[in-house]
């Protein structure tokens, strides 16, 4: 009689004749009446006990069946269609085939945790690989004065890089790089660890680790903005030559070179201006052009260009408080005379003596020149090279004997006094007697008392009470008629 051979749930698994045998399944079924059947009913009991231990999954397996894998260690059962482990996660470097949903894995070269989903290996942890070392947050348990104090430490490398904290204390076991702890994130200080990137909002800034502040905590409002129009009440300092570029051609620039500031204008052929309030008119007060070079200073706000190209252009009154040195030339081109309201120019101040005064450009090779003689210590003037002393008042005296050398005046009654005069000849008189020569003009009538000639009636005299009668002398004879 055949036996019928059926599974738990009633379904048959094989039908199995007299003294047959059956493999069908995993274990040797054998018929009623089979020779030899206690060594394979013994042999199938043995597979039972050690799960059918095997580095190859049985070849007819039942949905249920157990089976020891022992290449990997595990015992796995059949779900119908593959065997999979039946407890804890499959250890191996690569992810398990057939794997069902909740199976776990544990990556052998990475010491990291996966579950199936059903679909893919979800990682469960550590989020760092064993190459990588611990980073990423951990919670950490810190003491305190106050109390244990639970943290979310963020690690990247094995370092501790911040430390997120819900108050504010100071670990009684030295945490390295953070002697305190600020309620929110506090930053690790030994790696100089910094926040990179943009924020929306900040309430405040701690700026305590840097040397430009009198505060440690700044409000958020109190930082300058970049991209708007902005107000500080503080200096700015710019610590680098490349110094303040204002413009949005950048045509404004102050710059340092070896301690020497310049002030460029940098755009081709443009002016820079300085203008004040005057009144509650804007004015320029100095302007320099650009496409020129030159520079012009105005009292009010010019209405025509500058137009001495290389010179200063000023309009109205310009008033210097100290001295004005000018190492080139001083030109007036607006008028042919320059007028000054001081009472005196002083030349040559504050150097040692020489000549100075006036020259006027003629064309001769030296000019003309009035000037002080500092060697004779007199006014000189002159033309062409040729200069002589210019005679003052006080140069002049009354009495030519007295004083020599010196020019005559009148005295107080209009007479001009001389001791002596040493005059050159002019000519010469003839006389009947004799030839008087080099005779001075008043020599001349000199001679003319002194002579014999012309006789004046019987006497020879020129001198006489009486008037000359007609056979007197001779045509050109001087005569003198005295008083009785």
Not at 145 to 167: C, T
């Amino acid at each position: 009689m055949a036996y019928t051979i059926n599974k738990t749930d009633g379904t048959v698994v094989a039908t199995i004749t007299d003294g047959t045998l059956d493999n069908t399944t995993s274990l040797t079924l054998f018929g009623k009446s089979y020779s030899g059947f206690g060594e394979l009913l013994n042999e199938n009991l043995v597979k039972l006990l050690e799960n059918q231990a095997s580095t190859s999954a049985p070849t007819a397996p039942l949905k249920g069946e157990l089976w020891y894998d022992a290449t990997t260690n595990q015992i796995k059962v059949y779900n119908g269609t593959n065997f999979t482990p039946l407890a804890g996660a499959q250890y191996q470097s690569s992810e398990p085939s057939n794997a069902s949903a909740g199976d776990l894995w544990t990556d052998s070269d990475d010491d990291q945790l996966y579950v199936y989903t059903g679909s893919a290996w979800l990682l469960v942890g550590p989020v760092y690989t064993k190459g990588q070392t611990l980073s990423g947050w951990k919670i950490e348990t810190l003491a305190s004065s106050g109390g244990d104090k639970v943290v979310s430490s963020m690690y990247a490398g094995n370092a501790r890089v911040a430390i997120l904290s819900k108050e504010t204390f100071t670990p009684t076991v030295s945490q390295s790089g953070f002697s305190q702890i600020k309620a929110g994130l506090t930053l690790n200080s030994t790696l100089g660890a910094v926040f990179e990137g943009s924020t929306t909002s900040s309430t405040h800034v701690d700026v305590s680790s840097t040397s430009n502040t009198s505060a440690s905590v700044i409000a958020g409002g109190n930082f300058l903005r970049a991209d708007a129009a902005d107000t500080t009440t503080g200096a700015i300092t710019v610590d680098a030559d490349g110094g303040v570029i204002i413009g949005d051609a950048q045509e404004l620039s102050i710059t340092v070179s070896s301690n020497d500031v310049t002030v460029a204008q940098t755009s081709q052929d443009k002016d820079l201006s300085f203008t004040v309030n005057d009144g509650g008119s804007t004015k320029t007060a100095l302007k320099i052009d650009g496409s020129e070079a030159r520079v012009g200073i105005f009292n009010s706000t010019p209405t025509v260009p500058l137009d001495v190209t290389g010179e200063t252009k000023i309009t109205g009154n310009v008033t210097i408080v100290g001295n004005l040195n000018i190492s080139g030339e001083y030109n007036s081109s607006s008028s042919a005379i320059s007028t000054y309201d001081d009472a005196f120019i002083k030349l040559n101040n504050g150097n040692s003596e020489t000549d100075s005064g006036m020259i006027v450009e003629t064309s001769d090779s030296d000019d003309a020149r009035i000037f002080y003689d500092v060697s004779e210590n007199f006014w000189t003037a002159g033309h062409g090279g040729s200069y002589s002393q210019v005679i003052r008042l006080a140069d002049a005296v009354t009495d030519g004997n007295a004083s020599k050398e010196k020019v005559l005046k009148t005295d107080s009654n209009g007479r001009v006094v001389a001791t002596d005069f040493a005059l050159a000849a002019v000519g010469s008189i003839a006389t009947s007697d004799t030839t008087v020569t080099d005779v001075a003009s008043t020599g001349a009538v000199v001679a003319l008392i002194n002579s014999e000639q012309p006789k004046w009636g019987s006497s020879a005299k020129t001198v006489s009470t009486a008037n000359p009668t007609s056979g007197d002398g001779a045509n050109g004879d001087f005569w003198f008629v005295r008083e009785a």
